[in-house]
């Protein structure tokens, strides 16, 4: 079935407002090992917290694991292992440790992620963004197969966003060698994390792994919330007259626990099995936009913020950006 035809909801019977707690009930996740990256706090912590809860080794994967302990006090199943997604060599060093520690691996939740800012280059030269949201989890993923087929059963999830409508992957430029636009390389870096779900699906599905990627919501409390202005946040219409949160999952607006859903949905949920490859929404499959191009500064998206953009899961070009990664690391 090709990737466009399984881009359809299946009825999942949950919805924008359900949390991890909702969508782990009755699931038993005892003798299955989870890494989540940047697991210590947003979206991450939720996802740590939910999934050791419901009994599952987990392993926080972040850049200063004593600074990240005191996040997840009193969870005795979660750890916290060093981990850089912009130094290639920190990557090895965590997927070493993991493969020499002999553990399978069950769940991939590739949760960390930059947003916006200055034009950031890593030591190769590449943009920061770009690097860090996709190519470092790209690396992390090769290098953790072994741990993946060990677990002869496993799921590999990608956070990607509604962002991915503000660019397609610039395969003239990847890397802004000409005039860096934030938007664009943030869109750009979302993209990518929805294509390598298709390809990655598409590769090791035979072998029992399968790939997703997932919009969790707008979550303004996170970090990357955050780091929008207060007239970004009025004109999404996020905060009230007040300048107070708003929290309303019809729109799109959740709390942290509604926003690690959808990702707890897809490393978890048997409603998955057999099906890979897509990317999530509200704890379901998104519908597809098959025509739908970048949108400009100041533009609405052209469907609801849930569904997902044609080229995001284009498997051609899911192919041609696993052979530019495989190039650039």
Not at 16 to 37: E, F, H, K
Not at 227 to 246: C, H, Y
Not at 270 to 297: F, M, Q, R
Request: glycine fraction near 10%; charged fraction near 20%; proline fraction near 5%.
């Amino acid at each position: 079935m090709n990737v466009i035809d399984r881009q359809r909801p299946i009825g999942s019977g949950f919805g924008a407002a359900s949390t991890a707690a909702d969508v782990l009930a009755g699931i038993d996740l005892n003798g299955r090992t989870a890494v989540v990256t940047g697991g210590h706090k947003g979206l991450g912590l939720e996802t740590t917290r939910a999934l050791a809860l419901a009994g599952a080794e987990v392993v926080v994967a972040c850049r200063d694991p004593a600074a990240a302990s005191s996040s997840y006090a009193g969870l005795d199943r979660v750890k916290a292992w060093a981990l850089d997604l912009m130094d290639p060599g920190s990557v090895r060093r965590f997927a070493d440790r993991y493969r020499r520690s002999g553990r399978p691996l069950h769940m991939l939740i590739n949760n960390a992620g930059i947003g916006g800012g200055k034009h950031i280059r890593d030591a190769r030269g590449y943009e920061a963004q770009f690097a860090t949201n996709h190519l470092g989890h790209f690396q992390l993923t090769n290098e953790l197969l072994p741990a993946l087929l060990a677990a002869e059963g496993a799921r590999v999830v990608g956070v990607s966003a509604w962002g991915h409508h503000l660019s397609d992957i610039r395969w003239h430029d990847p890397h802004f060698e000409t005039e860096y636009d934030e938007r664009a390389a943030y869109g750009q870096s979302k993209t990518a994390i929805a294509l390598f779900a298709v390809e990655l699906d598409r590769r090791w599905s035979g072998d029992g792994i399968r790939g997703y990627a997932v919009h969790p919501g707008h979550i303004i409390s996170t970090s990357l919330g955050s780091a929008m202005t207060l007239d970004e946040r009025r004109a999404m219409k996020m905060v009230d007259e007040n300048d107070e949160l708003v929290i309303d999952p019809s729109r799109d607006l959740k709390t942290p626990a509604q926003g690690a859903a959808t990702q707890i949905f897809a490393a978890t949920t048997p409603l998955l099995d057999g099906i890979g490859g897509v990317y999530l929404a509200d704890n379901d499959i998104a519908p597809v936009e098959p025509d739908a191009t970048p949108i400009g500064d100041g533009d609405e998206p052209t469907g609801a913020y849930t569904n997902v953009a044609g080229y995001a899961v284009d498997p051609e070009s899911a192919l041609r950006l696993w052979e530019l990664s495989e190039r650039l690391i």
